[in-house]
């Protein structure tokens, strides 16, 4: 798609910036059965929300909930009435509904027992599975429409690529996320995953441009950055060159 500016700044263009159409989606609560439970106000508001067309990362190591934070991002998107699509090749999805589960029991039914360990071990009582069901249909009648979840076993960005457009084309979604973005490390020649890795990130930024999505993606970076304190865009395990088409990296 090819745009091509007119030679003088329209008076329509003052008027779309006074309505805030440049702000992105805000993630500064999840709206459930009119809780608005606060979720992260002060990074939305630093970073004006996330945009569609843009493609963001949260990147850590190994086990620092990236999909925790993701999925609870997610359910703010959804909650405000847009329509996400969740890609993990890391978490199935019994794991990702007993997440949204508990987060629904804590937040809004105020039920601080239930816990994902709880849910693995089926130790619950019977007024933990009553609470259960109220989190369920609470998840149904806010999500089930608006959140969608296709999980597979390995990083395959040409399967990625038909389920966006699978979902872009039939479901009109909002929102892309992918969990976990990384390399393929079972193959021996690392120089060729980074150079996939790298190849893979601008077909998914091409992908969020086409079908005017807001993209969201994890990142696991080194071991090695165990410890420090500030971030950046070297930590990126290897695949440095990610950052041309990242909009904001967390």
């Known amino acids: 798609e090819i745009n091509e500016a007119p030679s003088e700044i329209p008076e329509s263009f ?39 067309k843009t493609l963001n990362v949260f990147a850590g190591i190994v086990n620092t909930g990236k999909s925790t934070v993701l999925s609870n991002i997610i359910l703010a998107f959804a909650s405000k009435g847009n329509k996400c699509l969740y890609i993990s090749n890391e978490l ?17 039914l105020k039920c601080h ?3 994902k360990k709880k849910l693995k071990t089926g130790d619950l009582s019977d007024n933990e599975m009553v609470m259960l069901n109220k989190a369920r ?18 990083m395959n960005m040409p399967q990625i690529e038909k389920v966006i457009r699978k979902y872009s084309l039939t479901k009109s979604i909002d929102c892309v996320c992918v969990d976990t973005f990384k390399a393929d490390f079972v193959n021996e020649d690392n120089d060729q995953s980074y150079q996939d890795l790298i190849r893979d990130s601008r077909r998914l930024d091409e992908l969020k441009k086409k079908y005017d999505l807001i993209g969201l993606m994890t990142v696991q970076i080194s071991q090695t950055f165990n410890g420090s304190l500030v971030m950046d865009i070297s930590q990126l395990a290897g695949a440095k060159a990610i950052n041309e088409v990242l909009s904001t990296m967390f």
Do not use: C
């Not at 199935?92 to 809004?108: A, E, G, K, P």
């Not at 149904?140 to 608006?146: A, I, Q, R, S």
């Open 14 to 52: 003052l008027q779309h910036l006074q309505e805030g159409n440049e702000m992105g989606e805000m993630f500064d609560t999840v709206d459930i059965e009119g809780e608005n439970v606060r979720l992260m106000p002060a990074l939305s508001r630093e970073v004006i929300g996330l945009s569609k």
């Open 92 to 108: 199935q999805v019994n794991d990702l509904w007993s997440n949204f589960l508990v987060y629904i029991s804590t937040n809004v």
């Open 137 to 154: 249909e609470i998840y149904n009648n806010t999500f089930g429409d608006k959140l969608y979840i296709v999980t597979m076993n390995d």
């Open 113 to 115: 027992t239930i816990t």
